[in-house]
């Protein structure tokens, strides 16, 4: 598959030529880190995509878990979509401030509930701007809208899932990590959590399936990278990255190579490494 699929991810010539439709719902997506020193919901506000409603990662989230930005239950998620006026038989497009990072994991999270018209929109605001196309900076006119959700249950894998299938090798573990993570030779950004991975899993750093300009490699190219990498793509995987935010994007680029039977550990390594009950491999 190649080109765009609004199912997984839109180029910026085809969201510029759907601008205008009226069942379509532009997300912007924006994360990041704490040591980005940048606020998405700042830089939302004073320039966006037309339309463009802001979808906040931690605050749209299950806040009854200690873990960062995990997951929201049905209801929340079913009453913030009302709210902003995304719901049944609408295009949603997501997309993010840096390319494409965050913008996956929203994805994600609407493929959780159920919902598949929607995609990323590929190397985001940052190709969006360099292609001189029009931002706005005021708000959209927000309409109530009924959505409906199913929860897709085997789409996400919690701590004790993923122990088993470190422990039966029936999965392939994939971690978007940077490889200097992964080997544990660097610090984790989040403040006492152990260096390393967890054992059998694979290394494919996110950034390794993307070009220079935020894009996504096209199908072909993505599944050599993860072969490259050792991962058996005949087995079914969990994606894992530091809180599940990166984890996605390799979750993406198995669904655009047409594979389907991936899910995602939600609380990736803010979990893992805070446990010393859980075995950590380095190296």
Request: with cysteine.
């Amino acid at each position: 598959m190649s080109g765009d699929d609004p199912k997984t991810l839109v180029s910026t010539e085809w969201l510029g030529n759907h601008l205008k439709d009226p069942d379509l719902r532009i997300l912007d997506a924006s994360w990041y880190l704490p040591d980005a020193g940048r606020d998405a919901k700042a830089e939302y506000d004073a320039a966006h995509i037309p339309g463009a409603r802001f979808f906040d990662i931690d605050e749209i989230s299950d806040q009854r878990s200690d873990l960062p930005h995990m997951a929201p239950p049905p209801e929340k998620f079913i009453s913030r979509m009302r709210a902003m006026g995304v719901g049944d038989g609408h295009q949603v497009v997501i997309y993010d401030g840096a390319g494409l990072f965050s913008a996956a994991r929203v994805w994600w999270t609407f493929r959780l509930m159920g919902k598949t018209d929607v995609a990323v929109l590929d190397g985001g605001l940052p190709k969006w701007l360099a292609e001189e196309r029009s931002t706005e900076d005021m708000p959209p006119v927000l309409r109530d809208r009924h959505i409906t959700v199913s929860r897709q249950a085997n789409l996400v894998k919690d701590v004790t899932q993923v122990a088993a299938a470190a422990k039966l090798g029936d999965y392939e573990i994939i971690d978007a990590r940077s490889a200097p993570r992964f080997r544990g030779e660097e610090a984790e950004p989040r403040p006492g959590l152990r260096a390393g991975h967890i054992p059998n899993s694979r290394n494919v750093p996110f950034r390794a399936l993307l070009n220079a300009d935020g894009t996504m490699l096209p199908p072909d190219a993505l599944a050599k990278v993860f072969a490259d990498s050792g991962v058996d793509l005949s087995k079914p995987a969990i994606t894992t990255c530091g809180s599940g935010v990166t984890a996605a994007i390799l979750s993406l680029a198995m669904e655009r190579m047409g594979k389907r039977d991936h899910a995602l550990y939600d609380g990736s390594w803010a979990e893992w490494g805070m446990y010393g009950d859980l075995k950590v491999a380095t190296g």
